[in-house]
């Protein structure tokens, strides 16, 4: 056995765990289950997420009184229960007279020592923390075998002011961070710079635990890390999956302790067991990353919402062989069905390579043929319909049918429709409302078509072999609600309709600056029009897994009656 | 000609005027208009409502840089064209460096003369105003014919420690407030209350110009009005109609002027022309309020999304009688269409009574049986579903054949879907995704059940005649999916449902405090189970017109995936 650093260190446990919104009891399982494993690796300190305990983001849930007495009962409960190793600190809401904090709790030797309130609200982007949480205005200051250590929760580290460098300031010579952060493309790279910020400014390493999962259109995607006081990783953990990150963390001296720290460990009686240094977690590709975010918030969505199988049309085009694709990474084979309902407009290949794909997945597999229900429609329509000429009111029509079988089947099965609409669709409304987006997730709401494709070449190029066929990908993409449709007949080429989409949608461009960049004045109108004038489909939508900076949902607001024309005399 | 009052006054016009979000010019044209009004009135100052330039909420459109740009291009140029008349207060969001305010312009003379930024931003129930504003810290007097006046923005005057008794303080002799305060029953004796105290605090008489419309989910209710400083009101606006409601206000004398005042019209040459003291507006009943929110909610959205007639699903039952009243209100009888659609589960009685309805009610009618495409539907999916007995999923086929014809009637005429849910099946999720909930605007969405019934005979008492059929309100509700059926197979009573989801939707009681107030706990437990497991649906379903004071939807955000379960060991 090897002697533990002769320098100050202490020994951290991140304990990056899947919680659940509201399972108060599942969460303090999870809690006490990682709070032993953290012992027996003798840890000093073992850090869970934010709102661990009540589940991140809980929403109005948190307004209720009887969940916050409920929470606080589990909360005491949870004290008691923890085993005699090192101090937690837990998430979870603080009932204060008639404020409500987003609090952390110190929990050792069977009771809440401390309690430390989040000082920085996000109210931005999917945040809404000011409508729930007062701000805290204490620094808690824990001494922990005769460190020092600060805490701080998620935005506490983001946010300009944060109270990170008063706790350095003050004596810390460590800053712990309890997060819920959620993930969009790229996120873990710019945590790193932002932590990697806030040590620069304090010199103090940061500690960063992480939630993992997924929570309605959220993924938690973990990564949490530690960083020294020099900026670099000495330890960090894979995103997209639980685990128990236990480092030593090489801490400055200690220059004062603060009157009011609250004394917790003493300093150990002999010498540690020594902990190998986790390998480091090699980062993900931005392909490999945002699947990953796929299959884990379809999977959490699908399970915690006590399901286990799901069934999803196949069409034989690539937004939903792609999202077989994921289904099966999400639940199992076993746990996926594949639908087929073919029309007079469906071409034999696309219907082939359906059922191609369903074969290559192993999934199940079905044919509901939609042609003379369509009909039987149109008969009971004709009184009524006279002899107008056929229009978007008989392509939708079949769209429906899809949806009503598809529902049929969840209704006398238990499956989960997932829907397959991407997010170039979602962003000019070019799907039926209670058709194809009929369903209760919409796995790639948040992927325009362009990335569509990256995607599922990436996901080919990992099984080693064609699981898509070929000809999906070389296919023109097409509705075939109508003969020789294509999608290019109603859209711009996706190229450009995903450039317009990401200048409008997600980086809030207007007509004028679009323009500038070099896109047509007449098409970009023509989108943008169409944008704002799907407000109404989109609300309707199911929820779906946040993958852009900025997706449709809680992360973008806008009203449904809006007469405001971008670019025109308004 | 009779001289106006000797004692200090000023004529104030409050023009409760009817905004659409987005809409800059169509909102400056409007303005400009009540505003020649005011000046033909000879009033001193005319009052308009809070973002009555933008239109209220405009949500995250004011987060675009374009937008705000535009915004503040309108009312350069509004304040141009403004008649020679008195200086008007508009509501306008103003982008000061990287900070955007809720702010009230001072137009007059051809410009820009001060801006007052609200200080207290409400971010509770529907308001998400911190997402956007940072909070003013000016307070702006104006001196107007010798008089000061304070201005407040809304919730200025809500808040326990808003600015107005800081006005009173340093000068002003009456408190102007723009506002753009939503419905919901029972809030404009509420508004009378609030503003009554803010008057007692500071001794000062205040106007009160409130925002009348439909937007999405909401509906200002206009009840503008100016109290005295004794707390009488001394004019007041109808409720639900636009209206220029103008009035000589008594003020105290004048005590001081601050030192920042904004010298506005002098005091005038001669004596001013009468004016009539308008009639005061005889309160709405209960009923009548609520029965007139849903026609102007339910007007505003069909026409200011550009629908001009509106198509619903007539079952012979209350919920659908009534909405087919609100809608014949709302957008005159030759545009609404009934449908009624039936199967052999539907009785004589109640396929007669929706043709009666209809006949009463003067709309255009359809009959389109659905037995024939639901026999379609069930052999094409004989494959599949074997020989498994029938259940829920052939009751809710139902359902989404009668939704997919009423989709198409949609898409082939360009009519708006309503749909004709109550609050009470909308909590406990009684209602088929995709089929009863398909349409563009739920009109009854927060009417519970009971209300339903009180609505309608008030309708009916209003007419003069069974314009709904006393069948309809004698037969026991049924959805008539299955032989027999009634709603009370399913569900509680409605008396004892309503009590149950007032107490857990409205009043956020836990199982606990409902079960004291004296309902079972099973019948208890069981429907907070059916509201928390029913809120997929509700995401998915379309706008309506918030009633209650908890309506579902913005003012009520609970996560989808929720594993808590009240009053269970969690």
Redesign the interface.
């Known amino acids: 056995m090897k002697k533990t650093t002769e320098k100050p260190s202490l020994r951290i446990s991140l304990a990056q765990i899947n919680c659940?919104?509201?399972?108060?009891?599942?969460n303090a399982a999870r809690i006490l289950e990682y709070a032993e494993w953290a012992g027996r690796q003798e840890a000093d300190v073992v850090v869970f997420p934010e709102l661990s305990l009540p589940?991140y983001?809980?929403?109005?849930?948190v307004?209720?009184?009887?969940?916050q007495?409920?929470t606080r009962r589990?909360l005491t409960e949870l004290a008691k229960k923890m085993p005699a190793g090192p101090p937690a600190l837990v998430g979870f809401t603080e009932t204060a007279g008639t404020d409500l904090h987003n609090a952390a709790a110190v929990l050792f030797g069977g009771k809440i020592r401390a309690v430390y309130r989040k000082q920085r609200l996000p109210?931005?982007g999917v945040f809404?923390e000011?409508?729930y949480f007062a701000p805290g205005k204490e620094l808690i200051f824990l001494k922990i075998r005769g460190v020092c250590a600060g805490i701080t929760l998620c935005e506490d580290v983001w946010a300009d002011d944060g109270p990170a460098p008063a706790l350095a300031k003050q004596g810390a010579q460590v800053i712990l961070n309890l997060s819920a952060s959620p993930y969009h493309a790229g996120k873990q790279s710019l945590r790193r710079r932002t932590i990697g910020e806030v040590v620069k400014k304090c010199g103090r390493p940061l500690v960063y635990c992480n939630m993992v999962g997924?929570?309605?259109e959220l993924v938690f995607d973990g990564g949490s890390m530690a960083m020294d006081a020099h900026g670099r990783i000495v330890a960090d953990a894979p995103q997209f999956e639980e685990c128990l990150l236990t480092a030593d963390i090489p801490v400055p001296p200690a220059t004062r302790f603060p009157k009011n720290i609250v004394p917790l460990s003493p300093a150990p009686a002999g010498t540690k067991i020594p902990i190998e240094p986790p390998p480091s977690a090699a980062p993900l590709s931005e392909l490999d990353e945002i699947y990953s975010a796929l299959v884990l918030g379809t999977r959490?969505?699908v399970k915690?919402?006590g399901f286990k199988k799901a069934v999803l049309g196949l069409s034989g085009g690539i937004d939903s062989s792609l999202v077989a694709c994921v289904a099966v990474d999400a639940l199992g084979k076993e746990n996926v069905i594949g639908v087929t309902m073919p029309s007079r407009f469906n071409s034999p290949e696309t219907r082939s390579d359906a059922e191609i794909l369903s074969r290559n997945l192993g999934i199940g597999f079905?044919s509901?043929?939609?042609e003379?229900?369509t009909e039987?429609?149109l008969?009971?329509?004709r009184?009524?319909?006279g002899d107008?000429p056929r229009?978007?009111?008989e392509e939708?029509?079949q769209a429906?049918?899809r949806?009503?079988?598809l529902?049929?089947?969840s209704?006398?099965f238990g499956w989960m429709v997932l829907t397959t609409g991407n997010k170039s669709e979602v962003s000019v409304g070019y799907s039926t409302?209670?058709g194809d987006t009929?369903g209760?997730f919409a796995v790639i709401k948040d992927i325009p078509k362009t990335l569509v494709y990256r995607l599922a070449r990436r996901r080919n190029e990992k099984a080693g072999r064609q699981l898509i066929p070929q000809s999906v990908f070389d296919r023109p993409p097409t509705a075939e609600l109508r003969p020789n449709q294509t999608d290019q007949d109603s859209l711009p080429p996706y190229e450009l309709l995903d450039n317009i989409i990401r200048l409008y949608v997600e980086e809030?461009?207007?007509?004028?600056?679009i323009v500038k960049s070099g896109v047509g004045s007449e098409i970009a109108a023509k989108v943008l029009r169409l944008v704002d004038a799907s407000e109404?489909k989109r609300?309707?939508?199911?929820?779906g897994v946040k993958i852009t900076p900025k997706a449709f949902g809680r992360d973008?607001?806008?009203?449904?009656?809006?007469?405001?024309?971008?670019?025109q005399?308004?």
Chains 1, 2 share one sequence.
């Open positions: 659940a919104v509201g399972d108060l009891a599942g589940g983001p809980p929403e109005d849930l307004m209720r009184r009887h969940f007495d409920d589990a109210n931005y809404d000011k409508r997924g929570q309605d959490d969505y915690k919402n079905h509901v043929p939609i003379t229900v039987e429609f008969k009971v329509l009184p009524v319909f107008r229009d978007l009111a939708n029509l429906r049918v949806g009503t079988l529902m049929a089947l209704n006398k409302l209670y009929a209760g809030d461009k207007g007509l004028g600056e109404y609300r309707q939508a199911p929820p973008r607001r806008m009203p449904i009656t809006n007469r405001y024309r971008p670019g005399p308004n």
